[in-house]
């Protein structure tokens, strides 16, 4: 590491800065990149299930839809980078991508690390420097106008010093990953505010739930309704995971947003499930007689069978007040064909950061300049990715928002 001042020292080699320390560096900056884990990019390296959903292929009237809580912060990055231009950089580099129902997109490799391995060696190539095991605990500004960044590199403390500083030290999911938030606490240092931090897109956990002992047991086509103090305030249909506390899956995450904010608004949270929304209960009904016409079928467990997973149905009996071992009549069957349109979830809690795919809330966008990303507040100092006031929904969209605004912050931090 040289002694004089770099033009600029990035803090967190994730996503957005890596893109912006090679894209700084390609503009002929000189970047110190550090980063405290062993190896750059570690939740990219984890992301989509270890395939990288990197971008989605949604137009950008779309795809800023899907973005919380203002997705137009986002119109200058998109404007400079976006997704055609992420594929086509990423082809750039050796990564060939491709498109999945959804609009997602890929690595044709379906492996994650191998965008990462791209990345950081085009960042290398580029000329950046990237410093591993180098944790920052200090940032400071002196009064010649330099950041001076003080961080532990195997035991040992160092200082460099920069004209400008990016902080892209990402959020609180995922902690293992690296992202324990250090950058929110220099930025308050530096002056800034944050809105609240929560978890989202996470596990969403139900009252009385681990008894049943669920093993991540997959439902599709159900319809999910959740109800704020007795409001339908979200609907969704899809996939649901029934988890050991709670509820997960695809229409889960998306809708966990609303519900974590209800919650933490100390609101009643409530989850109504329709399990066969295809069908009306007239429809269900004349299927249960057919199920039950000339068949052996004379106790409601047995019937059950028919119609859904065995571990479901333990819970299932005890949300229709029935007994699995009970006779079939008209009342338990009108009881199952209730249940099966409408089945109600208190919602208890949320899983932590741990287990939650984003950070909501972060660095106030009101204080950044969408157009640089750089801090309205403090010259000289940038933000990029996760670390913002910005979360998305799954789908590619959080990553491209990390690339997008580390390429803008980067190539505002030329010299
Ligand atoms: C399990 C999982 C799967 C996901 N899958 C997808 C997906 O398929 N598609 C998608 O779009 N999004 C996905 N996401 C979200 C996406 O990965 C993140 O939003 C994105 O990686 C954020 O990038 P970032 O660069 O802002 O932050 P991060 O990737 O979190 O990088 C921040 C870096 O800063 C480092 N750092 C922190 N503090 C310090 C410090 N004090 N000193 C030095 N370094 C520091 C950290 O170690 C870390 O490497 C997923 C997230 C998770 C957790």
Redesign the pocket.
């Known amino acids: 590491m040289k002694s004089l001042p770099f033009d600029i020292i990035i ?9 912006a320390a090679g894209r700084a560096a390609g503009l002929g900056a000189s970047v110190l990149l ?4 062993e190896k ?5 390296r ?4 270890g ?6 292929s949604k137009p950008i009237e779309e795809f800023l839809q899907k973005i919380h809580p203002d997705g137009s912060f986002l119109r200058p990055a998109f404007s400079l980078f976006f997704n055609t231009q992420l594929v086509k950089f990423m082809g750039s580099i050796g990564v060939r991508t491709v498109e999945e129902r959804g609009g ?1 997109i ?1 690595p044709a490799s379906q492996k ?1 690390w191998d965008v990462a391995e791209a990345l950081q060696k085009w960042a290398r190539r580029m000329g950046a420097e990237i410093l591993c095991n ?4 200090g940032i400071a500004r002196g009064e010649n106008g330099l950041f001076s960044v003080t ?1 532990n590199q195997n035991g040992a403390k160092r200082t460099a010093y920069s004209a400008k500083l990016l902080l ?4 609180l ?2 902690p293992a ?7 929110y606490s ?1 930025a308050k240092k530096l002056g800034h505010s944050l809105t609240p931090v929560r978890p989202s ?1 996470v596990p969403i956990e139900v009252a009385g739930f681990s008894k049943f002992g669920f093993d991540d047991l997959q439902m599709r086509n159900v319809k999910v309704a959740a109800a704020a103090n007795g409001k339908i305030v979200d609907e969704a249909f899809g996939e649901l995971t029934l988890t050991k506390f709670g509820v997960s899956g695809p229409i889960i995450l998306r809708m966990s947003r609303g519900i974590v904010d209800a919650l933490q608004a100390q609101r009643e949270v409530k989850l109504l499930l329709d399990w066969k929304p295809a069908l009306s209960k007239l429809q269900l009904q004349n299927r249960l007689k057919r199920e039950l016409q000339g068949s052996s079928i004379s106790d409601v467990g047995s019937l059950l069978r028919k119609l859904m997973p065995a571990p479901l149905i333990p819970f299932f009996t005890e949300q229709a007040k029935l007994q699995a071992r009970a006779k079939v009549c008209e009342n338990s069957e009108r009881k199952i064909v209730d249940t099966l349109k409408s089945c109600t979830l208190q919602v208890s809690g949320y899983r932590p950061f741990s287990e ?4 909501a809330g972060g660095i106030s966008l009101s204080e950044v300049d969408a157009n640089t990303m750089q801090s309205k507040l403090v010259p000289g100092l940038y933000f ?5 006031d910005v ?2 929904d ?9 690339f997008s ?2 390429w803008l912050a980067g190539g505002e931090c030329k010299m």
């Open positions: 803090v967190g080699a994730g996503a957005a800065g890596v893109t550090l980063e405290k884990m750059p990019l570690r939740k990219l984890i992301s989509g299930k395939r990288g959903n990197i971008t989605n997602r890929f994650a180098a944790q920052v605990t961080f892209a030290t990402g959020g999911a995922y990953t690296g992202s324990t938030g250090d950058g220099f897109l939650a795919i984003i950070t990029a990715g996760e670390l913002l979360d998305a799954t789908g590619g969209y959080n990553l491209q928002m990390a605004t580390g």
